[in-house]
């Protein structure tokens, strides 16, 4: 399929895994989560506390999540999902908004160029300092 189709295709599901391996744990943030947020779909994931992919789904409430390597915990997960459509969709919401706020290419760069330009501010503060020192830029 195209890439284009991916968007549609994973708005296909009601749910989709990811899993992390406690060897794997923040090694990288695994890639497939941003489009599954990006498609508004909850995510239900395995991972160690205190990892980012743990980190970012319980903070924003992107899905549930159990340790890495434990099949009750994921089969719980599923059968908890796999139950209320309402659940879903809530989830599926907050996944889409963390998707356009914190993923969204616009916005990350915009944040990118916000704190560049904060730290250039910075840096010019502190190597000018007092008006005298602007005689020496």
Known sequence: QP???LPQLLAVGDVHLVIQKAEAADLVMPSKLTNILAAGR???ATAE???GLYEVITKYNLGVIGKSNNAEDLVGNILTLSKSAEIRKSIGDKSREYAV???NKE???KEF???LQKLS???LNVNV????NMNKI
């Open 121 to 123: 501010n910075d840096i």
């Open 42 to 44: 909850p995510v239900i």
């Open 3 to 5: 890439i284009e189709k």
């Open 101 to 103: 706020r914190y993923i």
């Open 49 to 51: 506390e205190g990892t």
């Open 129 to 132: 300092g007092s008006p005298s």
């Open 113 to 115: 160029e916000e704190k």
């Open 107 to 109: 916005n990350v760069l």
